[in-house]
């Protein structure tokens, strides 16, 4: 019991662990014990001050451990009966609660009532449930899920039928009997009706029943959300909705060009398979039950952030969903994106997103609950930064936003030319392909008018792809300065002429 006591002050408070002082406050330990008990369990230690985890020990231990289970039976509905100890450590006594997730969730504070008094652990923090969480705490409980339920108020033609053929084209022929089998329909009261997950995936009117069922896609201008760059909001069918998204990363990202080999090979800037497995993990796991906000992907200079709805289902940890741990909100959308091959094997997701970072070199995702939605932050290799010419001053969210798209060039290898820059860098080629010329000369043969922009898109690009050359290289900033076509450049025009 030692060695887990100083384990456990070894670690920093969370979703499973906090630290109190005394029973000075009552309530926020009651608080605590039931955000618990609705979550994923955790061990709560008084006698250690929270902030500087200094061992304080409990005075009169008998009496407090006695009160401190008077307080539980007396304060919580239903009955909570956590195991309370008393724990000796060095030459103190502290009181030690360990709460297991319950299996009669929801729990709340007898004094402000089941609709007011349910509390979840968010981080390290304890956050009121509002009536769309303390269902699904009900339903999990239950083990009911919420996708598979029935919409008797609608019928099944309120499913476009057409439009998951076309989905599953690929993989097999659907047929109607197949919507039953897929839980896309089911029998309420001898008739067939569509299911929550048959509306979310299929419906024709879904955003009539669920509002927020829909997702955003931003780019934002540095590395908050002050300014934006480009926005699409995307309403299809879920998923078709993940192509679509990827279609949006890809849109704001570089796609290097490895002339290393005799056939061309696309290089990204951005790790698709690890954004990819973070897409759909949002949208399988998404809390379709709740209001306000629907599923958000966010692209910013050094980062791109995944946001779901829903907070973890309960009895669920980070660490667990690192170590390949899953639990299903959504069967229905899971089955089919599975069928779909949008989902290669259960609960490996997650562990396979951390491991494909490490193998790229990129810094370790994270995972954040942030209020009621599940945050998966992806970091980039190099940032990715827009220029400042390709946006008229800063625009706003919700102003006007510029069609030229972001052309910033990475770091690449010395054969690999960046594809948002490939025709720029081509046309700079061209001009240099019978002489050598200066800077200005190949603004004016090219038209830019921006330096700039000359240097981000077309000069530089050029120059780390070792296709072009200085003539005064010991000089860079010389007046007389001009550039020429290298061995690499010649061959590279040549390579295109050929294709």
Same mark, same amino acid.
Request: aromatic share 6%; hydrophobic share 40%; with cysteine.
């Given at each position: 019991?030692?060695?887990?006591?100083?384990?456990?002050?070894?670690?920093?408070?969370?979703?499973?662990?906090?630290?109190k002082?005394n029973?000075?406050?009552?309530?926020?330990?009651?608080?605590?014990?039931?955000?618990?008990?609705?979550?994923a369990?955790?061990?709560?230690?008084?006698?250690?001050?929270?902030?500087?985890?200094?061992?304080l020990?409990?005075?009169?231990?008998?009496?407090?451990?006695?009160?401190?289970? !008077?307080?539980?039976?007396d304060?919580?509905?239903?009955?909570?009966?956590?195991?309370?100890?008393?724990?000796?450590?060095?030459?103190?006594?502290?009181?030690?609660?360990?709460?297991?997730?319950?299996?009669?969730?929801?729990?709340?504070?007898?004094?402000?009532?089941?609709?007011?008094?349910?509390?979840?652990?968010?981080?390290?923090?304890?956050?009121?449930?509002?009536?769309?969480?303390?269902q699904?705490?009900?339903?999990?409980?239950?083990?009911?899920?919420?996708?598979?339920?029935?919409?008797?108020?609608?019928?099944?033609?309120?499913?476009?039928?057409?439009?998951?053929?076309?989905?599953?084209?690929?993989?097999?022929?659907?047929?109607?009997?197949d $919507?039953?089998?897929?839980?896309?329909?089911?029998?309420?009261?001898?008739?067939?009706?569509?299911?929550?997950?048959? $509306?979310?995936?299929?419906?024709?009117d879904?955003?009539?029943?669920?509002?927020?069922?829909?997702?955003?896609?931003?780019?934002?201008?540095?590395?908050?959300?002050?300014?934006?760059?480009?926005?699409?909001?995307?309403?299809?069918?879920?998923?078709?909705?993940?192509?679509?998204?990827?279609?949006?990363?890809?849109?704001?990202?570089?796609?290097?060009?490895?002339?290393?080999?005799?056939?061309?090979?696309?290089?990204?800037?951005?790790?698709?398979?690890?954004?990819?497995?973070?897409?759909?993990?949002?949208?399988?796991?998404?809390d379709?039950?709740?209001?306000?906000?629907?599923?958000?992907?966010?692209?910013?200079?050094?980062?791109?952030?995944?946001?779901?709805?829903?907070?973890?289902?309960?009895?669920?940890?980070?660490?667990? $969903?690192?170590?390949?741990?899953?639990?299903?909100?959504?069967?229905?959308?899971?089955?089919?994106?599975?069928?779909?091959?949008?989902?290669?094997?259960?609960?490996?997701?997650?562990?396979?997103?951390?491991?494909?970072?490490?193998?790229?070199?990129?810094?370790?995702?994270?995972i954040?609950?942030?209020?009621?939605?599940?945050?998966?932050?992806?970091?980039?290799?190099?940032?990715?930064v827009?220029?400042?010419? !390709?946006?008229?001053?800063?625009?706003?969210?919700?102003?006007?936003?510029?069609?030229?798209?972001?052309?910033?060039?990475?770091?690449?290898?010395?054969?690999?030319?960046?594809?948002?820059?490939?025709?720029?860098?081509?046309?700079?080629?061209?001009?240099?392909?019978?002489?050598?010329?200066?800077?200005?000369?190949?603004?004016?043969?090219?038209?830019?008018?921006?330096?700039?922009?000359?240097?981000?898109?077309?000069l530089?690009?050029?120059?780390?792809?070792?296709?072009?050359?200085?003539?005064?290289?010991?000089?860079?900033?010389?007046?007389?300065?001009?550039?020429?076509?290298?061995?690499?450049?010649k061959?590279?025009?040549?390579?295109?002429?050929?294709?």
């Amino acid at each position: 019991m030692i060695s887990l006591i100083a384990q456990l002050l070894s670690r920093s408070e969370g979703k499973t662990l906090e630290f109190k002082r005394n029973l000075s406050s009552p309530k926020n330990i009651l608080k605590t014990l039931v955000a618990f008990s609705n979550t994923a369990g955790g061990r709560l230690l008084i006698g250690v001050e929270d902030g500087s985890k200094e061992v304080l020990g409990v005075e009169n231990p008998l009496d407090e451990e006695e009160r401190l289970c !008077s307080l539980i039976a007396d304060s919580i509905e239903p009955r909570l009966v956590p195991s309370v100890e008393l724990i000796a450590f060095e030459d103190k006594t502290l009181l030690g609660v360990e709460v297991y997730p319950s299996g009669s969730r929801p729990h709340w504070l007898k004094n402000e009532g089941p609709d007011n008094g349910v509390y979840v652990r968010l981080g390290s923090s304890n956050r009121k449930a509002d009536i769309d969480l303390i269902q699904e705490l009900r339903r999990s409980a239950m083990g009911l899920v919420f996708d598979e339920q029935a919409l008797p108020d609608r019928t099944v033609e309120d499913l476009d039928f057409e439009a998951a053929v076309t989905c599953f084209e690929r993989h097999r022929k659907l047929v109607k009997k197949d $919507m039953e089998s897929l839980r896309l329909v089911t029998k309420h009261q001898e008739k067939l009706v569509p299911t929550v997950g048959g $509306m979310l995936l299929f419906g024709k009117d879904r955003e009539m029943i669920f509002p927020d069922a829909w997702i955003q896609c931003g780019r934002f201008i540095g590395k908050d959300r002050a300014d934006i760059f480009d926005h699409i909001e995307i309403h299809e069918h879920l998923p078709v909705a993940v192509e679509r998204i990827m279609e949006f990363l890809k849109k704001h990202a570089m796609r290097g060009a490895d002339f290393s080999e005799l056939k061309r090979k696309d290089v990204w800037s951005i790790p698709l398979t690890i954004l990819r497995e973070a897409v759909v993990n949002a949208v399988v796991h998404a809390d379709y039950s709740q209001k306000g906000a629907p599923i958000r992907v966010s692209f910013f200079d050094d980062r791109i952030e995944i946001e779901n709805p829903g907070i973890l289902l309960p009895g669920l940890t980070m660490e667990d $969903m690192r170590q390949g741990v899953s639990k299903l909100r959504n069967r229905v959308i899971a089955r089919v994106f599975r069928e779909l091959d949008l989902i290669e094997q259960w609960g490996s997701g997650i562990s396979r997103m951390f491991k494909e970072a490490e193998a790229l070199g990129l810094p370790e995702p994270e995972i954040i609950e942030v209020g009621m939605r599940v945050r998966f932050i992806v970091y980039l290799a190099e940032s990715i930064v827009l220029p400042t010419e !390709s946006h008229s001053g800063k625009n706003k969210a919700g102003a006007k936003l510029p069609t030229q798209l972001p052309t910033q060039l990475p770091t690449q290898l010395s054969t690999r030319l960046p594809t948002r820059s490939y025709d720029q860098v081509e046309r700079l080629l061209l001009a240099l392909k019978e002489d050598e010329k200066s800077s200005s000369d190949l603004r004016n043969i090219l038209n830019i008018k921006h330096r700039q922009n000359f240097r981000d898109n077309y000069l530089h690009p050029a120059l780390d792809a070792e296709l072009i050359e200085m003539t005064i290289p010991e000089k860079p900033s010389s007046s007389k300065q001009k550039y020429r076509l290298t061995v690499k450049g010649k061959a590279f025009l040549a390579k295109e002429k050929v294709e």
